[in-house]
């Protein structure tokens, strides 16, 4: 008979079956000096953005300039860290292995990127680092936090939790003073009509999409923070949000945000655990309201906000002009792919200078329609994937970032939206690791409970009382007298 696999502290996506031989307990996660690089990593993720970098002399999210430039620093050290794991486990193609069999989804999103990247290669049709930064870095990145051990994830909540707040005051006090530090460009040149944060994150709708999932993060997630810490933040993000300009992103925070509020009271008030000190603190918030506003009115918050729902730059008009592109293309070419420079001409003629605001139909336009099927398919089922071991609530963070994916290029070009998203609620929503270390880590009490198990059954068995006995007649020999006989 085959012998029981142990639990080695694996990510739950697919359990090993008794055949299958864990790896060296070194394997197992990501240790000591090299789960700081992957923290150092994270870090690089969310806090260097391509206004960032180009203050460096580094153009990366423009057009000019070398291949090597095009590619996030983060994926870069993210390769490395994963190369350096698959070493230190000992047998490196073991590790790719075990690796791949843990996340199946992670590795057909890998395959299919790997695809359309030679597809692109074949086809002359350039969009190399999108691949790599959109696709390939989320795939490695589940695969390392599948490794990472509890303290480590917890340090690495800490990060985010800082680095997005960072983000925010820095989104807020562009506003306040019109000066920022990293505003996005392209090629080097900025867009002086948009007055919209830029922060650590570069592009406004970049930021808008990442703090917008952050905040339903924080409603029915993050179990490190109190809750009157979680208000502070979400408070923070959501004045933090009106400044980074996104419209979709604002309306599903209020809509699936107040749904998740009016849920969690209602089951409150029927259950009857409303705190005291919640209603007075609440109570006491409500008094301050006219105060907020009026500072708020005074400070042109309300100007940005209701200027920015009337003006879109054309946005909407873009979303329609896409079909009139799509009917200049012919069938053949849609399906497999047509000439991106001829793409790229009929863009600008119908006016579609900032892009192709949704991500399945750009995709469509310089991929073709079978690659797109494909990496669709792909990236559904790798979110799938990732989110399903993970805590309940997550379909708030999952409908919205579908949601927001769908209004702006996101996906089907350059980003690094994909690999924030993924780590946010890989961190934020980890209900296994508690398991994961009541598996390793056994207390005393429950040492001592399974010794008592273990022990042989005494021949004396408990006994009723002498009244017990009187009562119904049957006496029976106590145990002192029994073992006295002996």
Not at 62 to 84: D, E
Request: hydrophobic share 50%; with cysteine.
């Amino acid at each position: 008979m085959a012998r029981a696999v142990p639990y080695t502290g694996d990510l739950p996506f697919s359990r090993l079956t008794p055949k299958a031989r864990p790896f060296p307990q070194k394997a197992q996660s990501l240790r000591g000096w090299l789960a700081i690089v992957f923290l150092i990593n994270v870090a690089i993720l969310f806090g260097v953005s391509g206004g960032l970098l180009w203050n460096f002399g580094i153009n990366y999210d423009g057009l000019a300039g070398g291949a090597a430039a095009k590619v996030h620093p983060s994926t870069y050290l993210t390769f490395l860290i994963f190369i350096l794991a698959a070493f230190q486990a000992g047998n490196p193609i073991a590790y790719v292995v075990k690796s791949s069999k843990t996340c199946p989804a992670s590795l057909f999103l890998f395959i299919c990127s790997a695809f359309m990247l030679g597809h692109s290669l074949i086809r002359d049709a350039g969009g190399l680092s999108s691949t790599i930064d959109t696709f390939f870095a989320p795939v490695l990145l589940v695969m390392l936090l599948s490794r990472l051990e509890e303290q480590d994830m917890r340090r690495l909540e800490i990060v985010i939790h800082v680095l997005m707040s960072v983000n925010a005051m820095m989104g807020i006090a562009e506003f306040l003073t019109n000066v920022r530090p990293f505003q996005y460009r392209f090629d080097g040149e900025i867009f002086p009509f948009d007055t919209r944060s830029s922060a650590l994150m570069g592009h406004p709708l970049a930021n808008a999409s990442q703090t917008a999932c952050y905040v339903l993060a924080l409603l029915t997630g993050a179990r490190m923070l109190t809750s009157y810490q979680k208000l502070l933040l979400i408070t923070l993000q959501i004045a933090a949000l009106v400044t980074f300009g996104g419209r979709t992103a604002m309306v599903c925070v209020i809509v699936l945000g107040g749904l998740h509020l009016m849920g969690e009271g209602y089951h409150l008030i029927r259950r009857g655990q409303v705190s005291l000190r919640g209603c007075i603190v609440f109570m006491s918030m409500l008094t301050l309201v006219p105060m907020i506003l009026v500072v708020l009115n005074a400070s042109g918050f309300f100007d940005a906000l209701i200027a920015r729902f009337v003006d879109d730059g054309g946005s909407a008009n873009a979303r329609v002009e896409i079909f009139e592109l799509i009917k200049q293309i012919p069938l053949r070419d849609l399906l497999t792919g047509p000439d991106p420079t001829f793409v790229d001409s009929i863009r600008r003629i119908q006016g579609l200078e900032w892009g192709i605001e949704n991500p399945i139909l750009r995709l469509a336009v310089y991929q073709g329609v079978i690659v797109t099927s494909l990496m669709t398919l792909a990236v559904v089922l790798f979110l799938f994937e990732v989110s399903k071991n993970l805590s309940r609530g997550i379909w708030m963070t999952m409908v919205a970032f579908f949601i927001l994916s769908m209004t702006a290029e996101t996906l089907g070009a350059k980003t690094t939206l994909l690999s924030k998203y993924v780590v946010t609620i890989f961190v934020l929503y980890r209900p296994f690791m508690a398991m994961r270390q009541s598996k390793h880590h056994v207390s005393p009490s429950a040492l001592s409970m399974a010794g008592s198990n273990l022990r042989v059954p005494s021949s004396m068995r408990a006994n009723p009382s002498n009244r017990f006995q009187k009562v119904h007649g049957k006496p029976y020999a106590s145990a002192s007298s029994r073992t006295s006989r002996i």
